[in-house]
């Protein structure tokens, strides 16, 4: 809280009034008033007298707030108070709004019945505020009565329609006036043609401030190095937005953040420009005239690059490169992450980060790898304050504490609710001693299917039905993300499968286990739809060993199966079912040591391929339905109508 009591007006006003003269080209002011203002540098007004001051709270029948009073008795009123503010009240015009704009209904009708009390206050302050603003570029200045704190201070709010957002709420009446200061520098801190250049002892200190905040946060320290770039950016400094964006982005804050001065820049493009550039893809829907409007003042070469990243991101094929022995710790990286080793991915990025080499002297951290799709997803809050923390570019301090692990080394968490609740089904496959891209031959059907490039679950899902013409009730082929499952493991997963149909299912362990051994599972204990269901498989060399189904509140079993995993030591009670697939999961990580990695399941992107079917062909007196999608076909010629019942064969 900002002590009011304390504060000089005097100096304040003073300083502001000086820079804001030199601040102005000769003549140019807005009229006569103005013009003796600038010679005086002098802002403001002869003060306001006790006497006055007590006129005026008599006329409004309040007692005015301490630092309004004080404000009075050193000028009586205030020319532009930031850039929109051009006369401010003083004693003889600060007078009640009573809702004189007409903005209280307007306000109200946006209210529903959940509106909260700070909304509310936002259509009431219409009605009882007291209104500061006498000239303005329609801009409303107003003091709440109503919203007072214990020193007796009334806070401010300043609205204006075509800033398109709420009123904004200052403390009290200084904390106004400073964000005015703030802002009356923010529109000078770059001077179009012809106007002097804004130098003064306030730009040169925070000017100052930056270059400290710069080479703090190269030390680690990112913290203290942020709060110094917000306060500079306040002021727009011209080095300070480009500067904490670089902070913000690594922190997961992606809103407003445009690397301003510095992504246009051709030296430091290479690393901010994909970044930028990714998160517009991820909220573009294709519109790119945003893009371009951030990249004002950029040359042809460089929008040129822009758009041909932007190509890249959206097709899933940016790849990140970086140069000396951070670049080849990236390369590394890369392949531990497109395989699910998320956390060993991460940390051979933190490992080689103190080697890492700015583009310039404005170049906080690497920062194009976010737009990388392998490398973007190992990317958390947690992380993103590791790196900040991380000493790199020459810099001394001191190395933080890693940051954990993100995956648990088990299977058990597949029994543990995901956002949304939607991971209620799923099938996977643990391969021994074998590379992922060794399951396509072990998996598939046919030979020379190759994995698909790095994507998420659902791009690859959307892909397959883009290009798919055919489809039938009987054939069951999963699509599956696949990765290493720790020490001597790969997997297949599928988290999105179709039905169990357990009359038809067969399981796939045998043909991946050729020469090896092979686990499937198989749960639906938590299913939406349908009745519970839970299967295991265990093969070598080609021959399954030993299985278990439970479903339709049965076990069937096979083989000899393993104390450990006995069914009959888990579906004796179905009361709690996420407990009985945890320990059923437990069960089977205990027994073959495998895992899977939960981000890059979860978060990242994996290869995937389709395998053969998970049922056996339909047999003789089973009906099914085959449907193929003719496009072309479909579309009727000119004339005709397209058929009720749509393209397709029975």
């Known amino acids: 809280m900002t002590d009011t009591t304390a504060f000089d007006w005097r100096l304040f006003l003073l300083k502001w009034s000086g820079e804001w003269a030199d601040s102005l080209p000769d003549g140019e002011t807005r009229d006569e008033d103005d013009e003796v203002a600038r010679r005086a540098r002098w802002l403001g007004f002869p003060p306001a007298s006790e006497e006055r001051i007590a006129a005026m709270e008599e006329r409004l029948g309040r007692r005015m707030p301490p630092s309004y009073r004080k404000f009075l008795k050193v000028s009586d009123g205030w020319r532009h ?38 909304e509310r206050r936002e259509a009431d302050i219409w009605r009882r505020g007291l209104q500061l603003d006498v000239e303005s570029d329609i801009t409303h200045v107003l ?13 401010v709010y300043t609205w204006a329609s075509w800033r398109a957002a709420p ?11 400073r964000d005015m200061y703030r802002e009356f520098h923010s529109l000078r801190a770059q001077p ?25 946060a190269l030390r680690g320290g990112w913290e203290r190095a942020g709060k110094a770039l917000d306060e500079a950016k306040e002021y727009g400094r011209p ?28 030296q430091y493009a290479p690393e901010l420009l994909p970044a930028m550039v990714a998160e517009h893809a991820a909220h573009s829907y294709q519109d790119d005239s945003t893009l371009t409007f951030h990249l004002r003042g950029a040359d042809a070469d460089l929008v040129s690059l822009a758009y041909a990243t932007l190509d890249q991101v959206r097709a899933g094929t940016y790849r990140y490169t970086a140069a000396g022995p951070f670049g080849a710790a990236v390369e590394r990286a890369r392949e531990l992450a497109r395989w699910g080793e998320t956390d060993g991915a991460w940390r051979t990025l933190m490992d080689a980060l103190p080697l890492w080499e700015p583009l310039g002297p ?20 947690e992380r993103g304050r590791e790196l900040l923390s991380t000493p790199r570019g020459g810099q001394p301090g001191e190395a933080p504490r890693p940051t954990a692990g993100l995956d648990p080394g088990d299977l058990a968490w597949l029994a543990e609710p995901d956002p949304g609740n ?38 690859a899902r959307q892909r397959v039905l883009h290009n798919r013409r055919e489809f039938s009730s009987y054939e069951d082929r999963a699509l599956m993300a696949v990765g290493r499952a720790g020490t001597g493991w790969s997997f297949a997963f599928d988290g999105d499968p179709a039905p169990f149909d357990r009359q038809r299912f067969v399981s796939p362990a045998a043909t991946a286990g050729a020469g090896t051994r092979a686990v499937v599972v198989w749960s639906g204990l938590r299913a939406w739809h349908g009745e519970p269901f839970f299967h295991l498989s265990v093969a070598r060399d080609g021959v399954e060993q030993y299985a278990f189904t439970y479903a339709d509140g049965e076990v069937r079993s096979s083989g000899e199966v393993p104390q450990a995993l006995d069914p009959n030591r888990f579906f004796s009670d179905l009361e709690d079912s996420a407990e009985v697939e945890r320990s059923l999961l437990e069960a089977v990580t205990g027994e073959f040591g495998a895992h899977l990695p939960r981000h890059a399941i979860v978060n990242g992107r994996l290869h995937t391929f389709a395998t053969r079917s998970w049922t056996r062909p339909p047999r003789d007196g089973e009906t099914y339905a085959v449907v ?23």
């Open 362 to 381: 404005d170049h906080l951290a690497p920062l194009g790898w976010v737009a990388d799709p392998v490398l973007g997803p190992l990317l958390t809050e």
């Open 167 to 177: 009123p904004e709420r200052h403390a009290n009446f200084v904390e106004f006036m």
């Open 239 to 266: 080095r300070a937005a480009g500067l904490g964006d670089q902070i913000r982005r690594l922190l997961g804050q992606t809103y407003m953040v445009y690397f301003e001065n510095l992504v246009t820049d051709p």
């Open 81 to 118: 108070a930031g850039g929109f503010v051009w006369l401010l009240a003083g004693t003889k015009e600060a007078c009640w709004h009573n809702d004189e704009s007409g903005l209280a209904d307007i306000f109200e009708e946006y209210l529903d019945e959940d509106a909260g009390p700070e």
């Open 422 to 459: 939607n991971r209620t089904s799923y099938r996977f496959a643990l391969v021994e001693g074998v590379e992922p891209e060794e399951l396509p031959g072990r998996l598939a059907e046919g030979d020379g299917i190759v994995l698909n490039e790095p994507m998420t679950f659902w791009e």
């Open 628 to 650: 193929r999608m003719n496009w072309e076909a479909a579309r009727p010629a000119d004339g005709e109508q397209a058929a009720d019942d749509g393209p397709g064969s029975r």
């Open 192 to 216: 179009g043609d012809g106007e002097p250049v804004f130098d003064n002892a306030t730009t040169r200190k925070l000017d100052g401030l930056v270059e400290e905040a710069r080479l703090e």
């Open 143 to 155: 003091m709440d009565p109503e919203d007072v704190d214990e020193d007796g201070e009334w806070a």
